[in-house]
């Protein structure tokens, strides 16, 4: 298999989860401590070796285009103060990788994002990154994929194992044959199963390193009820056509940063590893004063400052 360079973000959804928040912003650019999320997603990618990114946009989100172009006055501003390094790893990343925005006119749907990036990719497989999902590892959760796609010369999705309470909020695979504890080949794929259906609890995460044979799956397919194309269908149309799919479960702690909640823990995840903030996180985490004081027991007054 070829090495693969380039790598799809779809960005063009409408984060509703996230409203209001979402109206002017989008939420691939929630601050995780200083950076946005979307750069986790980058850096996760240049550490796979992908150096081309196609983010796939809409409306409203060209401040993603911003955050990754460079910006010579603020370059020069912080040279002058001899604080360059607040931007190093923007530079870093400059350096490395390339990107192209492509414009999703109406969202109708992950696949569709998908199938409007097919002009970028040629014959070679290709990464996509969902960046709702940050992916906290070891070794970089596309790595991961890579090289079993390498190994197994096929497609390959990230999975994880998730309560069965939770899996109608998920793509769901059927399982084939299980390779390794964490590999598996998969026969099909189910959108948000209801529990009692769903052929396992492994819940498909955002990633994927896919052969360029689902552009003509994504063409052939039908709309949701919802209008949107499904990438899972697309992948089940692709594998009735003969194509091999494997599913590998994800070694590392995954964040759904496209709703609050996900977001938060997120924040405290990533504080919890950062040797600077780590001590104050935890200080809070365990100050039971600190805490009732937050769900505002104004009976009592605690220092908040950090
Ligand atoms: P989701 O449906 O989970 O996210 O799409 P959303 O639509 O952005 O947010 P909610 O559910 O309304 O809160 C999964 C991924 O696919 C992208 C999204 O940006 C997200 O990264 N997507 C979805 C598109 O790029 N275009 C679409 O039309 C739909």
Redesign the pocket.
């Known amino acids: 298999m070829a090495d693969v360079v380039k790598a799809i973000i779809?960005?063009?959804?409408?984060?509703?989860?996230?409203l209001p928040f979402t109206k002017a912003v989008p939420k691939e650019l929630l601050p995780i401590l200083n950076k946005p999320a979307i750069q986790y997603i980058v850096e996760e990618g240049l550490a796979s070796d992908i150096s081309q990114f196609f983010v796939?946009t809409s409306k409203g989100k060209s401040a993603i285009e911003d955050h990754f172009d460079p910006n010579v006055e603020l370059e020069l501003l912080l040279k002058e103060r001899n604080q360059l390094d607040l931007i190093s790893s923007l530079e870093r990343i400059a350096r490395a990788a390339q990107f192209c925005y492509i414009r999703?006119s109406e969202?109708?749907?992950?696949g569709?994002?998908i199938w409007s990036a097919r002009h970028t990719i040629g014959k070679e497989y290709f990464g996509v990154f969902?960046?709702?999902d940050i992916i906290i590892s070891k070794v970089p959760a596309m790595l991961q994929l890579l090289k079993i796609a390498r190994q197994e010369k096929a497609s390959v999705i990230a999975v994880q194992e998730v309560p069965i309470e939770q899996v109608s909020s998920y793509g769901v695979i059927s399982i084939k044959k299980q390779l390794t504890p964490n590999l598996f080949q998969v026969s099909h794929v189910v959108e948000k199963p209801d529990q009692k259906e769903s052929p396992s609890n492994l819940a498909i995460v955002g990633r994927y390193v896919l052969s360029n044979k689902i552009f003509a799956s994504l063409e052939q397919i039908e709309a949701d009820k919802k209008g949107?194309l499904q990438l899972t269908d697309a992948i089940s149309h692709m594998m009735h056509n003969n194509e091999k799919v494997f599913a590998f479960k994800i070694q590392g702690m995954r964040y759904d940063v496209?709703n609050p909640i996900g977001w938060i823990k997120a924040i405290i995840g990533c504080a919890l590893q950062d040797p600077q903030c780590a001590p104050h996180i935890t200080k809070l985490l365990e100050d039971r004063d600190l805490i009732e004081s937050f769900t505002l027991n104004r009976s009592k007054i605690v220092e908040h400052s950090l």
């Open positions: 779809p960005a063009g959804g409408l984060g509703t989860r996230f796939i999703q969202p109708l749907g992950l569709h994002a969902l960046p709702d949107e496209g």
